[in-house]
């Protein structure tokens, strides 16, 4: 099955930088990859997510790139603010297949990002 | 759009009770939702996948008689919590998309249920 390893565990920036979170997944089928963030006492949201046919991604200060070759994919925020703050989770799956989607949603073990003022 | 509602948001209970969450898509329908089990600073743990009009399934480990998962009509699927016992206390998150396997992912707020 997929395995998705995710780093850091913990990543603290001055306001105002920029944050990168990385991923790698195992199973080279996979070809849908969200990132979700997570604040204190609620459930993940979806902010960005990336399909195998495209290389980067970006919304405002967020982007994604994936690099199918090495498996590996990375979340960039830009010009970071204290709203910033949360836990983010990387996930792997194959999309459009039966079982795909949220079914073979594979999550990486969380990055705590502190922006700190 | 595609907004997924989780009620209660917190419940605490004698252990020995039964606890049910509610989780709702406000703004389609989902004949599939997938209930997701966190511990603290943990990654979400997939328990079970509800569907529509027929058994849920379970996965590895998930015991399908304590965790009791109906979902009976196209915006609404239930976890039971039944005989809870203070192991059991957890974050229960439970998700749906528009479209299955062809849709993203979204959660609800998730329940915090502390046995006591």
């Known amino acids: 099955g997929e395995n998705v390893e995710q780093h850091p565990s913990t990543l603290s920036v001055q306001e105002g930088d920029s944050a990168v979170i990385k991923c790698t997944y195992s199973d080279s089928a996979s070809n849908y990859f969200p990132w979700y963030k997570q604040e204190l006492g609620k459930g993940p949201q979806l902010i960005i997510d990336?399909?195998?046919?495209?290389g980067e991604k970006k919304d405002q200060r967020i982007a994604v790139t994936l690099n199918k070759t090495a498996k590996h994919f990375s979340l960039h925020i830009t010009e970071t603010q204290p709203e910033d703050s949360a836990v983010y989770f990387c996930a792997a799956s194959l999309f459009g297949a039966s079982g795909g989607g949220a079914d073979g949603l594979t999550f990486g073990k969380g990055t705590h990002l502190i922006i700190q003022p | 759009g595609a907004v997924v509602s989780q009620h209660p948001s917190w419940v605490i209970c004698k252990s020995g009770t039964s606890v049910k969450i509610e989780c709702r898509s406000l703004d389609f329908q989902a004949t599939t939702m997938f209930w997701y089990r966190q511990f603290p600073k943990q990654s979400l743990m997939l328990m079970a996948t509800s569907n529509e009009g027929s058994k849920a399934t379970y996965e590895q480990g998930v015991e399908k008689d304590k965790f009791l998962i109906n979902h009976a009509s196209l915006t609404l699927s239930t976890l039971t919590v039944t005989s809870a016992h203070p192991e059991d206390s957890s974050f229960y998150i439970c998700?749906?998309?528009?479209?299955?396997?062809?849709?993203?992912?979204?959660f609800g707020n998730g329940t915090r249920l502390t046995v006591t």
């Open positions: 998700s749906a998309s528009v479209d299955r396997g062809n849709s993203p992912l979204h």
């Open positions: 990336i399909r195998s046919n495209v």
